[in-house]
């Protein structure tokens, strides 16, 4: 789980550039609060003559007695100063930044790492949209908050007492009072910030539902087209986007109202806090120089301020991103077993066994039960049963996407549990009944990012019937295919995923409906093509078809539960 402890363990590992960061930051505040005290040396020693450190500190080393001498001394120190702190703080932010982008890496790679182990019944319930809000959004607000907290609020806090401290030293009664009023100020400020990120929050809602409203939208475009429901979905999407509106004109509202309003009782507490000044003045407790120090540094006090209490709004943000982050890292992964024993090795192939199995979606969804099932190495099994009577899920479960609640799968003898569906994956190749394309090159969806040749990619669509097709393209293995294959019609999108399972050279081969698209020819050219290659491989194929069903061994029939109902009505009777 991402949490705050999860965090600190983290910023451990780079605790040397955290603690050089923080040095420098020291250093920068020491450095950069103090310039604002040249103006009373200036303006008392220098324009009014009165006695003072400045003056004699300077004439220790060269005593000129010039005014012209002493401002342009001011003047070049004020530079360099100023100088030194805007290389310091690049240095320092870099170091941060460095922490930072190192700290997001590894939480995204912690997020992807969890995400592919995922088991697929949790992975089912998961919106895409949804993880890529949380890998993108929710990790800016964790590390917008590590950022601040690692490299920011130190060197506000610092700033804030340094400016205490010479506040404290220029008149300690005025600074009193700077010191009482902003507490106060603090505290209205943090109630109107909680009031403005509400409504923040209901307007980012309202946009991210209007998001999900126009991504769905945009993806089932074709489908909206087709079934006339085109206003329909504007209609949903419009009113999404006038939620927003509302939303915004609220927050906006409220917020520009709120700060207004915050921002006018701040000038006020300091203008009373001038007016105080020049009236010390006038009372004689209190220089010129000193007064326009002290109007200096009252200004310098909000900003600090400002930042500490965002540093505290985003501490909130960073535990609701965490706490969305975390949505990920709930999702049960699918059981990993080490391999104890490797049953392909050596081998072509492999003998298949359901002993008992029984599956279930969800409880009242029991789609094997007690399932038998044995299947010797190199046969052509095929599988039918009616639509809906569990054929895919038996391959689901075969390569173990779905795990079984009751019973034992076997290959060559080896239970699933000894051989890990890693080594089960490797060997067994499962063309799904509706495969799915990136939206890449050719090439790429017949390799998946394997390495291959193309000429073992051109071999693998011969035998898939798909060479002429891709030959002909003026892009051959480079063209792209379009958003999930669209370019390519449904039976080349078949032909595809069947030569991409052939390029694993896999000892058994699932087919699930994997030729229902081609017609009778191409699909008797692709079986003959097939058969040396499959020669002494086991084969399952599930199909509806009687012509592909005739080519198998034997045929395994599954049934729904009404069928089995009624057949066992039948033998009661
Ligand atoms: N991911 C899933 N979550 C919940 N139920 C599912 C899931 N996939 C399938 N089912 C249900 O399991 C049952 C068997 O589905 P399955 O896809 O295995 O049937 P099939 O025999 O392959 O059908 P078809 O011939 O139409 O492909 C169906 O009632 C289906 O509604
Ligand atoms: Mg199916």
Redesign the pocket.
Known sequence: MITFDYLIQQVRYHKKSIIIANIIAVFLTIISVPIPLFIPFLVDEVLLGKEGSFIATVNQFIEVGSPEYYILIVFVLTIAIRAISVVLSIVRKAYIDRVVEDIRLNIRKKMLAHLSNVSM?EY?MLGSGAVSSKMTTDIASVMKFLSGSIGNITVQVLTLIGISVILLYLNWQLALIILVLNPLVIKIFIGAFKKVSKMMKERNKAISSFTNSLTESLELFNQIRVQNREVHFTDTVNADAKDIRDRSYEFQLTAKRTMSISRVLLRYSNDLFKMIAVYLVFLGDMSIGEMLAIFVYAGMVMPPIHMIIKFVQDYHDAKEGMDRLNDILRLSVEPKYEMKRDPFEELTTASIELKNVTFA??EN?T?LKDFNLKIEAGEKVAIT??????????A?ILIGLYSISSGEIFYNGVEVKEIGYEKIREHIGFVL?SPLMFNAMLRYNLSLGKEYSDEEMFNALKIAQLYDFVNELPEKLDTIVGKNGTKLSGGQRQRLSIARVLLDNPKVIIF??STSSLDNETENKLLEALNPYIADKTVIT?A?RQTTIDKADRVVK?KTKAEEKEKMKKEVA
């Open positions: 019944s089912d979606y969800d969804k789609v049963g009616e639509t809906g009577s569990g054929k895919s899920t038996l689901n009944q699930d409906e599930i509806h599954l």
